[in-house]
């Protein structure tokens, strides 16, 4: 154990692992919260219960811990050498929230346990709010997803079919890198393009039918690597946006970020549809998309 900041008393994530009751929800999620975390029993069933069975059976090997903060490698909080130690043997948690702890902190921290088991320590108390604490969660799973069985092809097929025809933005910046770096074209978008498509997407919303801007020119050679990282990441994102729909109402503008240009919501409602018919949601979960017209 260590301290530091408000004498707030650190604890080793393996040890927290060990003591912390580890409990499985109606769908199979096994989950354990440790610490003053600020998550209401209700909110945490109603966001672990939004993980369609379909998707629970990927998550076998985790085993997700809500603390209030997860830090970033603390060898200085250690009090000692950390030399030749797993990061996983470093990694602390703290049990409630300081101002100077949050500085340290890191939305989520994956630590390797016995049993080939991973945990996966999310900081409670540095999401905002439900919005913010549930999408961490949800990509968490994604992201766990594909480890276990990757991209299905059906999937793939729909998302490069709509890189190639060079459809607006993508769902992270991550996604938008690696689909450009596999089309040979710039990582910055065209401030021109995304004007009129901008436009476009105002006066239609959620509508199905993706209307790209015109095609650009045919690269001359697809850099396969990037194009596996742009389809799995582009499927984590689908995933995680598709089950934070089943679990608050949220406008689609909410994901927007400065770095790359959202995903048109066509091309949007074009993948969760397609989610929703791989894992369709729970016993009292509901899929819908929404339509609005801007004025």
């Known amino acids: 154990m260590a ?24 769908n199979g999620v096994r989950f354990a919260t440790f610490g003053e975390t600020g998550l209401g029993p209700m909110d945490l069933d109603q966001m672990l219960g939004a993980v369609p069975t379909a998707i629970t059976a990927a998550l076998k090997s985790n085993t997700y811990f809500f603390v209030p903060l997860a ?16 990061s996983s043997d470093n990694a602390m948690v703290a049990p409630a929230y300081s101002d100077d702890l949050g500085e340290a902190a890191i939305c989520h921290r994956n630590v390797e346990l016995e049993s080939g088991h991973r945990g996966v320590f999310i900081s409670t108390r540095l999401m905002s709010d439900r919005f913010a604490l549930s999408f961490e969660f949800f990509i968490n799973v994604a992201h766990a997803l594909v480890d276990e069985v ?22 992270s ?7 450009q770096l596999a089309l040979g074209r710039p990582v910055r978008p065209e401030s021109e393009n995304s004007k009129s498509v901008s ?26 690597k990037e194009k596996t990282i742009f389809l799995e990441t582009a499927f984590s994102d689908a995933v995680a946006i598709y089950l934070l729909s089943l679990t608050l109402d949220f406008d689609y503008s909410e994901l927007r970020e400065r770095e790359y240009p959202l995903l048109a919501p066509g091309a949007l409602a074009a993948r969760l549809r397609l989610v929703s018919e791989l894992f369709p949601p729970n016993a009292g979960y509901e899929f819908s998309i929404r339509y609005r017209r801007r004025a």
């Open 3 to 26: 301290e530091l900041g408000q004498s707030v008393t650190l604890i080793r994530a393996q040890q927290v692992a060990r003591e912390a009751e580890v409990r499985q929800s109606v």
């Open 71 to 86: 830090l970033r490698e603390p060898d200085s909080l250690l009090g000692g050498s950390t030399r030749g130690q797993k």
């Open 150 to 171: 990757g991209v299905p092809e059906v999937f793939a097929t729909l998302v490069w079919e709509q890189a190639v025809a060079n459809g607006k933005g993508e769902t």
């Open 173 to 179: 910046f991550d996604a938008w890198e690696a689909r």
């Open 199 to 224: 436009r476009r997407d105002r006066s239609r919303a959620f509508g199905v039918r993706l209307e790209p801007v015109a095609a650009a020119a045919a690269p001359l050679k697809i850099d396969e």
